[in-house]
């Protein structure tokens, strides 16, 4: 009975799950060791729904975002619910976020709504509290402890600093590689919240974190990184399963540290290249990691997508659904104790296109 | 034939001139180029990157969109593997016309031409975000 995940995938033919479609979920019964049951849930992310002018939008993110909600209403059986990672919109507009919200509307199913920055840097927050969800707060289904971080905050002296506008601030924000940008953090108000939160929580019980920016460091020019992420670590530490969710990096990522499985979701709306490709700054990229493909930019939808997650025993597999190429599944393997491509985590079994330069 | 002739003497006294201006302010020879000259070349360079720096990170076609959106410091353009075979063309090409290759698709603009301004400052920033790696022509 204690058949791990991976195992019974290869036996059962991972590849032809995963490209099958409409799209069945893997389901497994595992031993009643944790009080968790096991679910799915659906995670869409970075629409980054940007304006042109008036009611026009610009079409490719549209699609993005139109493709995910169409394919996340094929499922069967229905995911429990949906996560939204935050970035739906690109410049904070309450015409974009309207715009996203339409588009999500259409989403079978209740959504959790994580907040980006393009979300925020226009007017803090103030439009997705009133309208959307609260910025950081918990949940728990099923067994399991959810909490949401708003994990973008960043220094007050640059927030608050000399901006000729809030758009200035956001636009300032939303460039990427903007090299008077500012570190992204939890900051000390939500680190209370998060320490008073947990105590409640049963040290057996799977805590699954979701924020935007990594809660790890892995390359701050670009913000794949959490200024404060050791202590939110240090706070999810004591627990015996702790998954951290993440979006912002468009791209897959993998990591472990100690109890802690680490996954990115992808994008909607465009990827991002590996932080490997930027040949003039040292990068830190989980070794555990295997790259997604390299995108192919004449396909619009490539290197783009979203995913959903089953949560077994407490531990997480990320199902990638990747338009134009083909779907991914990683998955906690209990052998290694850390989460593994279902596919290509062996070195031997790794594809030239997910060769980063 | 009168213009012709004149505008021959002109350009001929002119050139005579000029040689004698020059020879009088320059003691350096064709190949000689100095400390001030290198620093110089490099300004120049430097102000055209800043300026496909700035293009880089503007609205170039119809929708809003930027090249960095999809490329944070240009990264993942490979300007050291071309010409090369863009297998999705069919051809070998170079890289400004993948650069309008871009500005048309996912920015919705005009192409520019190879030699515009604007091609020559996106190429140049592209480039020097990659200073420093070896030459791969034609590597996928």
């Known amino acids: ?357 | 034939m009168m213009r012709k002739n004149r505008g021959f003497i002109g350009g001929s006294l002119a050139a005579l001139m000029a040689g004698i201006f020059l020879s009088m302010t320059f003691s350096t020879q064709a190949g000689d180029f100095t400390q001030a000259d290198l620093e110089r070349w490099d300004k120049e360079f430097m102000t055209v990157v800043a300026k496909g720096d700035k293009l880089f990170h503007s609205a170039l076609g119809t929708n809003q969109v930027s090249c960095d959106q999809c490329h944070p410091n240009a990264a993942n353009t490979h300007p050291e593997t071309y010409p090369k075979f863009q297998q999705q063309l069919g051809r070998v090409v170079s890289l400004f016309e993948m650069v309008n290759w871009c500005i048309q698709n996912p920015l919705e603009g005009e192409p520019l031409l190879a030699d515009d301004a604007k091609m020559v400052a996106l190429l140049s920033y592209i480039t020097y975000e990659r200073r420093g790696v070896p030459l791969a022509p034609g590597k996928h």
């Not at chain 1, 094929?74 to 976020?97: H, I, N, S, V, W």
């Not at chain 1, 959810?146 to 994990?151: D, K, Q, R, T, Y």
């Open chain 1, 1 to 357: 009975m204690n058949m791990n995940r991976r195992a019974f995938l290869k036996t059962t033919g991972a590849g032809l799950i995963a490209s099958s479609f409409p799209m069945s979920l893997v389901k497994l019964a595992f031993g009643a060791k944790s009080p968790a049951q096991d679910f799915t849930f659906g995670y869409i992310s970075d629409a980054h729904i940007q304006q042109i002018k008036g009611n026009r939008f610009v079409r490719n993110w549209d699609m993005g975002l139109i493709r995910a909600v169409r394919e996340a209403n094929l499922l069967t059986p229905r995911p429990d619910y949906f996560m939204f990672g935050g970035d739906l919109a690109q410049l904070g507009k309450k015409e974009e976020l309207d715009h996203g919200l339409e588009i999500m509307s259409k989403l079978r199913g209740k959504v959790h709504y994580v907040m980006g920055e393009h979300d925020y840097y226009l007017d803090l927050g103030a439009y997705w509290r009133d309208k959307i969800s609260p910025l950081y707060y918990s949940f728990d289904h099923k067994g399991v402890h959810f909490v949401v971080l708003n994990s973008i905050l960043t220094y007050d002296s640059w927030t608050n600093g000399k901006w000729a506008s809030p758009m200035d601030r956001m636009l300032a924000m939303a460039r990427l590689d903007n090299p008077d940008g500012s570190p992204f953090m939890v900051g000390e108000e939500q680190l209370t919240w998060l320490k008073n939160d947990l105590e409640k929580i049963n040290r057996a019980t799977p805590v699954v974190v979701f924020s935007h920016s990594p809660i790890q460091k892995i390359f701050k020019p670009w913000n794949f990184w959490t200024e404060d992420a050791e202590n939110v670590q240090a706070l999810l530490k004591p627990f015996e399963k702790v998954t951290v969710i993440y979006g912002h990096v468009h791209q897959i990522q993998y990591n472990q540290i100690g109890n802690m499985s680490f996954h990115a979701v992808m994008a909607t709306a465009w990827p991002w290249p590996y932080p490997e490709s930027y040949s003039q700054l040292a990068s830190c990229m989980p070794k555990l990691t295997v790259p997604m493909n390299r995108a192919d930019p004449f396909f619009e939808r490539d290197a783009t997508g979203w995913q959903f997650i089953d949560v077994s025993n407490g531990k997480t597999a990320m199902h990638y659904q990747l338009p134009d190429n083909r779907n991914r599944t990683v998955a906690y393997t209990a052998t290694t104790g850390r989460p593994e491509d279902l596919s290509y985590q062996d070195f031997s079994s790794r594809i030239p296109p997910q060769m980063h330069y």
